[in-house]
């Protein structure tokens, strides 16, 4: 059963188009719709990680990073 109720198609999000259009590896491979597994003891192992990043890392818009509301890249280290 699908999570949500499908009502025909759209098209994808400006921030994918853009992304897209600036010729980004992503786009020219196939992807497969699937959700990952993790086993129990993964998850549990990700937890460390997953605080860390969570305290490490200061949530900005895109509008703050880039000046757009939705701008689609790759995670610099700035």
């Known amino acids: 059963m699908p999570a949500a109720n499908v ?3 759209t098209l ?3 921030g ?3 992304f897209c259009g600036r010729g980004e590896e992503e786009c020219s491979s196939p992807r497969k719709n699937r959700t990952p597994a993790a ?3 993964e998850v549990g192992s990700a937890a460390p ?3 860390y990043v969570n305290t ?3 949530p900005a818009t895109d509008m703050e990073l ?3 509301a939705d701008y689609w890249t790759y995670p610099s280290m700035r």
Do not use: F, T, W
């Open 12 to 14: 994808p999000p400006i």
């Open 7 to 9: 009502y025909g198609s």
């Open 66 to 68: 880039y000046g757009k």
């Open 16 to 18: 994918y188009v853009e």
């Open 49 to 51: 990680v997953n605080n």
């Open 56 to 58: 490490k890392i200061r």
């Open 39 to 41: 086993h129990r003891c």
